[in-house]
């Protein structure tokens, strides 16, 4: 069975323009990597879990926010590994710089036995649809695509 995941997009006017706020994956692999690494925060579900609860708790444990407001479905996007997405759009604000994230450990170096804690989201940010369309992975950016057209009308650049 593919795997499912479920996010929040928290979205804000700034100066008149739309911008979301994304994460970057932490750990050594996402280190070095900025132009479509950056990602929804989400996180994976069993089929006995409500989608939107662990949307809720994956962005609370990523960015230490507790995500308020009203909530805007959008459609699931399958991606190319065959996971299913499934996204809320929320407007809201808060400082990116501040984010709190859970912590996930692995061994590194590779082959050293050596076990190491890294944080599962090493910084957040905010961007205009424009820049977010770069920074994001391949695959989500068809969330941003309709967070835009449902908010403004327009098909975005």
Known sequence: MAKKSAGLL???RRDGELEVMLVHPGGPFWAKKDLGSWSIPKGEYTHEEDPFEV???????????????EFTPLAPIKQPSGKLITVWAFEGNCDASKIKSNTFTMEWPPRSGKQQEFPEVDRAGWFTITVAKEKIIKGQIGFIDELYQTLTG???Q
């Open 10 to 12: 928290m979205y804000r």
């Open 55 to 69: 949307a809720k708790r994956e962005f609370q444990e990523e960015t230490g926010f507790k995500p308020k407001g």
């Open 154 to 156: 327009d098909t975005p």
